[in-house]
């Protein structure tokens, strides 16, 4: 079984930086294509950003495309999402998902396994 922790929240200014970490636990996390999600209150889940299994594949959002930076280690079964200049708009629970095989998805849909999800808050 498969268990993804999400962690690095927390209630920021607009402009500051944050870091979002993901641990995982359970076999294979090398053979996962990894993914973040967010959604907002009253809004749909929305693509943030993935990576491929061995991290040399990489795909944002527009909306975050040159702001957050996602990063794997696969040594220690982690993900990262670098979130730097952030917006009020960017508010919301980032969540992160698992998916088995090679490509990288925008899809939640296609994702096998997700975390509980840590609050991301800017303020104005």
């Known amino acids: 079984q498969v268990q993804l922790v999400e962690s690095g929240g927390g209630l920021v200014q607009t402009g500051d930086s944050l870091r979002l970490s993901c641990a995982t636990s359970g076999p294979g996390f090398s053979n996962f294509a990894m993914g973040w999600f967010r959604q907002a209150p009253g809004k749909n889940r929305e693509f943030v950003a993935s990576i491929s299994r061995s991290g040399a594949n990489t795909r944002y959002s527009d909306t975050v495309k040159g702001r957050f930076v996602l990063s794997r280690d696969n040594a220690k079964n982690m993900v990262h999402l670098q979130l730097n200049s952030l917006k009020p708009e960017d508010t919301a629970v980032y969540y992160c998902?698992?998916?088995?095989?090679?490509?990288?998805?925008?899809?939640?849909?296609?994702?096998?396994?997700w975390g509980q999800g840590t609050q991301v808050t800017v303020s104005s």
């Open positions: 998902e698992a998916k088995i095989g090679l490509d990288i998805s925008v899809n939640a849909l296609e994702y096998h396994y």
